[in-house]
């Protein structure tokens, strides 16, 4: 558990003007995370898009990531959905060489019970042959895991920890004050990760990482080594920044900065729509 701890990124899925995924950049994009220093790596969560990758395409992202990492980071896959015999069938179908932990985000659009979304994960953590980190994101699955359910869920054997992206302090407080002390509290929420780690903490799993790998690392490592006025000179300069990232859907804004940075392209896939011209121009004018 030891090695969920810092910073770790939640890759980007980036594409090819013509919808196809963009290897070459993922190669890229992974290499820019690993030498600016981040901790360890997410792929195929839901800012990996995910939902829009068939299962082929979902088994060559791991494997030219697996690839490109070559054991030198720890490696976390997404794996979460809202049908739960259907996410534990899959478990079947993965090739788990390399991975180290399952990421799984809430069940979404169901909207389950606080009991529902509890008896969805101990099955979940039940089946896997890995250990499982909770993802909460309300924004995105319409519900919220409550921290009495959260502590619940942090009795079990094989779950580990919770990517907590509700953006309620509070909340997270309750989660820190009553989880058994291995459990890991990680960040969701770029912005609040100084925050977070004040209340117990131990990282995040950042947007923000894919473009600022170095900074992002170096504010986390400043806010566990309590030296909060170091990680404010950096959090500081991404006020602006951080809420462009998500004005028109994650990750819509984080591929216009890498865009900018010249790491990826900025195509995303339907539903959602590439960045506005709009907005790329207000990236480009705090980022150029």
């Not at 979940?124 to 042959?129: C, E, T, V």
Request: hydrophobic share 40%; charged share 20%; with cysteine.
């Amino acid at each position: 558990m030891a090695n969920f701890r810092g910073t770790g990124v939640a890759l980007v899925t980036p594409f090819l003007a013509d919808g196809r995924v963009d290897f070459e950049s993922l190669e890229k994009l992974t290499e820019h995370c690993i030498s600016g220093g981040v901790d360890y790596l997410v792929v195929l969560g839901t800012t990996g898009e995910s939902a829009t990758l068939s299962a082929s395409e979902k088994a060559e992202v791991l494997s030219v990531v697996r690839a490109q990492n070559n054991g030198r980071k720890r490696l976390v896959l997404g794996h979460g959905g809202n049908n739960t015999s259907r996410l534990i069938d899959d478990l079947k179908l993965i090739d788990w060489q390399g991975v180290d932990a399952i990421l799984s985000v809430s069940p979404y659009y169901n909207k389950p019970s606080q009991a529902g979304i509890q008896a969805h994960y101990e099955a979940l953590a039940s089946a896997a042959s890995l250990p499982v980190i909770l993802y909460n994101v309300p924004g995105r699955t319409g519900s919220n895991m409550s921290a009495a359910t959260t502590l619940k869920l942090a009795t079990h054997s094989n779950i580990i920890g919770i990517k907590e992206a509700s953006g309620n302090v509070e909340q997270c407080m309750a989660i820190s004050a009553g989880k058994p002390d291995d459990f890991l509290l990680i960040s969701g929420d770029d912005l609040l990760t100084s925050a977070l780690i004040s209340i117990g903490a131990v990282g995040a799993i950042s947007v923000l990482a894919n473009s600022h790998p170095k900074e992002f690392s170096t504010m986390v490592r400043h806010s566990v080594n309590l030296e909060f006025e170091a990680a404010r000179q950096i959090w500081k300069n991404w006020i602006e920044l951080n809420p462009l990232l998500y004005e028109e859907g994650n990750p819509v804004g984080i591929k216009a900065v890498l865009s900018e940075l010249g790491i990826c392209g900025p195509a995303v896939r339907l539903p959602v729509l590439e960045a506005s011209q709009g907005l790329k121009e207000r990236i480009r004018q705090i980022v150029g």
